[in-house]
Structures are given as C-alpha cells and as structure tokens.
C-alpha cells in the first residue's frame, strides 16, 4: 500500500522561509515523478512545482525563484524549499506521486495522466 506524507508546515511571517518534507513508502521512490501541489482557499488545486528526477524541475510561475524542490532517493523524500514566502503562498500544500509515468515523461504528459497518490496535506500560513 503506498503511503505519502508531508510535514513541516505552520505559520510564517513574509519574507520568511519554510521547507516542507515528504515520505513515500510502499513504492520504489526513485522510480517515479513526484511533486508538490497547493489549494489556497476559495480557489482550484494547482501546481507548485514537479521533479520527476530525468530532468529540471517544473515551478509554476508564481513560485519561480523563490521555492526549490528536491528528492533525496535513498531516504525516500521529496523536500519544497520556499524562501521570500509571500501572503499568497498561504494554502494547503500537498505532495503526490505518480505510476502514471516514469522519470523521463515529460510534465504535461504527468499532468494530462494525472497523479494517483496523495498526501493528507500540511497548512502553510504566511502572515502580513
């Protein structure tokens, strides 16, 4: 059964910095894209940023600069690192992987299929 989990979520100031952790278990870790996704409230799910581990990463344009993902393999975990974090950060964010595609498929094609494994989330609150 695969597991996803995210952490080290909580309440910043702008301008601050947080880095946000996640777990994969029950499937072969370096074999499969993951990335990170965000639901502000009122508004539609989307992406943060991508790594499938074949190529550069994906960042939506409006964290470009500002926040870094990275996947440690042996230890099973994809990091976000978001630094200068702004009020409009604020959201739930939520890690996800997908067997719908391996690390050489291109993001659209990732999205298009879809990622079947989700975290429950962690809150990440910047303040003004």
């Known amino acids: 059964q695969v597991q996803v989990v995210e952490s080290g979520g909580g309440l910043v100031q702008a301008g601050g910095s947080l880095r946000l952790s996640c777990t994969a278990s029950g499937l072969t870790f370096d074999d499969y894209p993951m990335g990170w996704f965000r639901q502000a409230p009122g508004k539609r799910e989307g992406v943060a940023a991508l790594?499938?581990?074949?190529?550069?990463?994906y960042y939506a344009d409006s964290v470009k600069g500002r926040f870094t993902i990275s996947r440690d393999n042996a230890k099973n975990t994809l990091y976000l690192q978001m630094n200068s974090l702004k009020p409009e950060d604020t959201a739930m964010y939520y890690c996800a992987a997908t067997t719908r595609g391996c690390y050489y498929t291109d993001y659209r094609s990732l999205l298009a299929g879809g990622y079947n494994y989700w975290g429950q989330g962690t809150q990440v609150t910047v303040s003004s």
């Open positions: 790594y499938s581990g074949g190529g550069s990463p």
